[in-house]
């Protein structure tokens, strides 16, 4: 028929390296596994994850033309996982930034002896909690970041 054309088919995206490290990290919990699993997939492995992410792609290029980026469910959807994304990535960024030498903690733990006791009151050797107080003092730069 005169003035019928086909459906415009989605373009094939160029996925690089890159980017499938990146898909890679937000299955697998971060970049550094992410590169650790890249670098032991052999050609096939990254071939399948390549046609896997461009399958991905397309068919997220097709939902978006069909509309499905105005419902409201899936906007919702995407605007808390991209929140969630983005705060995650901030956090590590922050604890990046935060001395977590054997010193800096020791004297965080000194500071703050009153957050580290047991159900009687009695303090918590360090070397038992080292790993929570180095959390602590993440979550205290992230608070820090936030009140100001």
Same mark, same amino acid.
């Given at each position: 028929?005169?003035?019928?054309?086909?459906? /415009?088919?989605?373009?094939?995206?160029?996925? +690089?390296?890159?980017?499938?490290?990146?898909?890679?990290?937000?299955?697998?919990?971060?970049?550094?596994?992410? #590169?650790?699993?890249?670098?032991?997939?052999?050609?096939?492995?990254?071939?399948? @994850?390549? !046609?896997?992410?461009?399958?991905?792609?397309?068919?997220?290029?097709?939902?978006?033309?069909?509309?499905?980026?105005? !419902?409201?469910?899936?906007?919702?959807? @995407?605007?808390?996982?991209?929140?969630?994304?983005?705060? +995650?990535?901030?956090?590590?960024? #922050?604890?990046?930034?935060?001395? @977590?030498?054997? !010193?800096?903690?020791?004297?965080?733990?000194?500071?703050?002896?009153?957050?580290?006791?047991?159900? /009687?009151?009695?303090?918590?050797?360090?070397?038992?909690?080292?790993?929570?107080?180095?959390?602590?003092? #993440?979550?205290?730069? #992230?608070?820090?970041?936030? /009140?100001?």
């Amino acid at each position: 028929m005169p003035g019928l054309t086909a459906p /415009k088919a989605p373009v094939a995206p160029v996925v +690089d390296d890159d980017d499938l490290i990146t898909l890679l990290s937000l299955n697998l919990g971060g970049r550094d596994v992410a #590169i650790a699993a890249w670098s032991n997939m052999n050609l096939h492995e990254k071939q399948i @994850l390549r !046609d896997q992410a461009a399958r991905i792609a397309i068919m997220a290029q097709s939902a978006e033309r069909d509309g499905l980026l105005s !419902d409201a469910e899936v906007a919702r959807t @995407l605007r808390c996982g991209m929140s969630s994304f983005v705060a +995650d990535a901030w956090e590590r960024k #922050i604890a990046s930034e935060v001395d @977590l030498s054997e !010193d800096a903690v020791r004297s965080f733990y000194e500071a703050h002896r009153q957050w580290y006791v047991d159900e /009687k009151g009695a303090p918590i050797p360090f070397e038992e909690i080292k790993p929570r107080v180095r959390e602590n003092m #993440i979550q205290a730069a #992230i608070f820090q970041r936030i /009140k100001n």
